[in-house]
């Protein structure tokens, strides 16, 4: 057993008197209200009472448990109160689960808060939600002693009764629900052991999956409000443009349907914006009225002069650092950048790590090889794409829609209201689709200064063009890997030089840092105007794939097996770590390749079938995947997917294991086909005729997954699955083809770029 301390954000996690009653219910938006499938067979009690944020009793013993992170598909809306019902001890079918609101009040905002991205829901929100169920618990268990006259150590609970054994007396939670909430909450509470879990590791179907597949509202485009406007807005044609005039402003007005047309800009100028606070346009043109119908029309009957930007300098605040961030201005060319990247691989980088003597190591060699990968930039796509609504008064602002982060917009939208934090509602949706893009919130701000500009509840309304061409990107990259040998084939030494637009992808302390003599890591970064951010676990999106491809080429110059080779690495990492400080437990990464391995038969090969392994570790967690791949007609098809991770504790298994899955495909969708580029500062793409994605038939035949049991904290899991895969594509496709695949996506025919 073990003991948590309740001081956690006591000021609110701690409120146990207050009697809620119905209304906090009915206060939730039916959009973010959702109810367990067993919702028609439970009685709705008379009366609530608080324990606190994270839960409350009804007088019945109906339980209703507060998912407090945005749910975009992970099952966090399930799987957090799984954990706080395990601790609670009660019957998951009298559990109601509802969509906490928007509080920093109530949870914790350090270090992200209500936030869903980076793999941390679960693992954030691990030992408060253990700590909510257990408070409850212990509440309950005191009032039913003092009713009792028994001593409350004597009290056992069961799927939410307390039973004393000695007496013979027992009684639901909800009988006892009044008088535990006048008891004072404990400095410390136990825990219980993992080997004692009755919810936790046992599937529960999605809470909301009925509301999913019958299509009722919830997701931020399924907003309504009575008088409510629809809005949409005209940006750029192009990155490193701006407004410089609306030719036809009165004309489109006079349109059917049609209440405003005006430019804004999204932030104030003196504004110190926070790290995703992204915008390539700060100035935008809106056009608002009746509907989604008239404003599109309205939106293409627009004409408007643009004008190039040019160098600027802004201040942006993240993790308490300043830092200035030069933007510069002009048209930009994908040719041209992966020109730039070439140039500087060609150049002295900045080295970030050094092991050992890399430089003679290279010198002395027998034989040295040298590979070069890169990856475009890659559009999110949400099925989603992004929407806000917003009814901003005078002194207040409620607005409504999905977002994976509302403490991160939070200031920037206070700011530009000119309205206090605590006097705006940030109500969160359901998202359909986030992989990191809606972490960027600037189209709430522009939803938000919209209504307040036309005195309106409004919805802004992206198009799928608006979306794909005015996107957060995942930058593009670019890494060259050298490898030394002796005259035995033995690896000497391991040379990395890694850059890209804008950002440097490389991390200096993962695998297989840390396992060589001799090691080299130096990296580069490019301005660009392009706007970039998180997608879907970032940078290792990218380094898992060369990293592993380049280990199988090392692999094959030492004639060993590819996961023999690693397995070796790990135990040298292990036993013998080279280096100071090495980002990974090569215990756990030994861990997974050793499941993989045995889960998929390798070495037992299918003569039809060419397969490629690849393992990483990221975001805290390990996945391995070994894929088996045939050619048909000259055309790869993925037959199957055998998945190892070790993420620590698995809650919900079967979401897990539905993450993963999705983590996979999406993978080797991009792998294969996902790309954006840019002309003169254009998006070359728009809709899904253009930007083309993984199809049903392209999909896997088969993904199996298995996860490593051990008693771990939960490590995050969101992410861990998706960077290996492109690794192990590519490796399965050298088998297939005899042709190593440096350039993604791998389908694509050699570039033809055109410079602008």
Request: charged share 25%.
């Amino acid at each position: 057993m073990s003991l948590i301390r309740t001081s956690h954000n006591r000021r609110s996690f701690l409120k146990t008197s207050a009697l809620a009653g119905g209304g906090l219910m009915i206060s939730f938006s039916y959009l973010a209200a959702c109810v367990s499938p067993a919702e028609e067979t439970l009685e709705m009690p008379k009366e609530w009472f608080d324990f606190n944020s994270y839960l409350k009793i009804g007088d019945n013993g109906v339980v209703t448990i507060f998912s407090p992170n945005p749910e975009f598909g992970q099952n966090v809306i399930t799987s957090m109160p799984m954990i706080v019902a395990e601790e609670l001890d009660v019957d998951w079918k009298n559990v109601l689960v509802e969509q906490a609101p928007y509080s920093p009040e109530k949870y914790p905002r350090a270090p992200f808060g209500q936030f869903t991205g980076g793999s941390r829901g679960i693992m954030s929100k691990w030992k408060p939600l253990r700590m909510a169920g257990a408070s409850a618990k212990y509440m309950l268990k005191e009032a039913a002693a003092k009713a009792w006259q028994v001593p409350s150590a004597e009290i056992t609970t069961i799927d939410g009764v307390l039973h004393h054994k000695a007496s013979g007396k027992s009684a639901g939670y909800g009988e006892m629900a009044a008088g535990a909430a006048q008891i004072p909450v404990p400095e410390e509470l136990p825990l219980k052991d993992p080997k004692d879990f009755k919810i936790i590791g046992h599937s529960k179907k999605n809470v909301v999956g009925k509301k999913i597949v019958t299509g009722k509202p919830l997701f931020g485009v399924d907003y309504q409000k009575e008088g409510m406007l629809i809005a949409m807005i005209e940006h750029p044609p192009a990155f490193g443009m701006t407004l410089k005039s609306i030719a036809n402003a009165e004309e489109v007005k006079a349109m059917s349907g049609i209440k405003e047309v005006f430019s804004f800009t999204t932030y104030n100028e003196d504004f110190k914006r926070g790290g995703f606070d992204t915008n390539a346009f700060p100035e935008l043109i809106a056009i608002v009225g009746n509907s989604t119908w008239e404003v599109m029309n309205a939106k293409k009957a627009l004409q408007v002069n643009w004008k190039p930007t040019t160098d600027s300098t802004i201040t942006m605040s993240a993790f308490g650092r300043d830092r200035e961030v030069h933007i510069p201005g002009g048209l930009e060319n994908t040719v041209e950048h992966y020109s730039q990247m070439e140039a500087l691989m060609a150049k002295p980088g900045r080295v970030v790590r050094k092991d050992g003597k890399p430089e003679e190591a290279f010198k002395k060699a027998a034989k040295v090889i040298e590979r070069t990968y890169s990856a475009p930039y890659l559009a999110h796509n949400c099925m989603e794409p992004m929407n806000f609504f917003a009814d901003v008064k005078e002194d207040r602002a409620h607005v409504a829609g999905p977002l994976q982060g509302p403490g991160l917009i939070e200031p920037a939208l206070a700011d530009r209201l000119g309205i206090a934090e605590e006097n705006i509602e940030i109500e969160m949706t359901r998202m359909g689709g986030g992989f990191g893009r809606r972490a960027y919130s600037a189209h709430l701000v522009e939803a938000a200064v919209i209504s307040q500009l036309v005195k309106a509840p409004v919805k802004l309304m992206y198009t799928r063009e608006d979306d794909m061409t005015n996107g957060i990107y995942r930058p593009t990259y670019q890494a060259t890997y050298r490898a030394a040998f002796d005259e035995n084939q033995q690896l000497l030494a391991l040379h990395i030089k890694a850059g890209g637009v804008p950002e440097s992808p490389l991390f200096a302390n993962r695998f297989p840092a840390g396992s060589i003599d001799n090691y080299l890591a130096e990296e580069f970064s490019i301005e660009s105007n392009i706007t970039t951010g998180a997608f879907r676990a970032p940078r290792s999106n990218f380094m898992a794939g060369a990293e592993q491809s380049f280990l199988d080429e090392i692999a094959d110059v030492m004639g060993k097996d590819p996961i023999a080779f690693r397995l070796e690495l790990l135990k040298r990492a292990k036993e013998n770590p080279v280096g100071e400080r090495n980002d990974y437990d090569p215990e756990r990464y030994a861990g997974v390749l050793t499941l993989v391995r045995d889960k998929s038969a390798w070495g037992k090969n299918d003569a039809n079938l060419h397969r490629g392994v690849s393992a990483y570790f990221c975001h805290n967690s390990y996945a391995a995947h070994v894929l088996d791949l045939k050619m048909e007609d000259g055309k790869p098809i993925v037959q199957k997917v055998t998945c190892a991770i070790d993420c620590g504790i698995v809650v919900n298994p079967d979401a897990a294991t539905n993450m993963a899955e999705g983590g996979i495909t999406d993978g080797i969708g991009n792998a294969f086909f996902g790309e954006m580029t840019f002309i003169k500062g254009v998006p070359q793409k728009n809709n899904f005729h253009q930007y083309r994605m993984i199809r049903m038939n392209e999909a896997p035949k088969d993904i199996e997954v298995h996860f490593v049991q051990n008693e771990i904290d939960p490590t995050g899991l969101g992410e861990p699955p998706f960077p290996p895969i492109f690794g192990a594509v590519a490796n399965a496709m050298y088998k297939a083809t005899g042709e190593r695949h440096y350039q993604q996506p791998f389908l694509q025919e050699k570039r033809n770029l055109i410079k602008g």
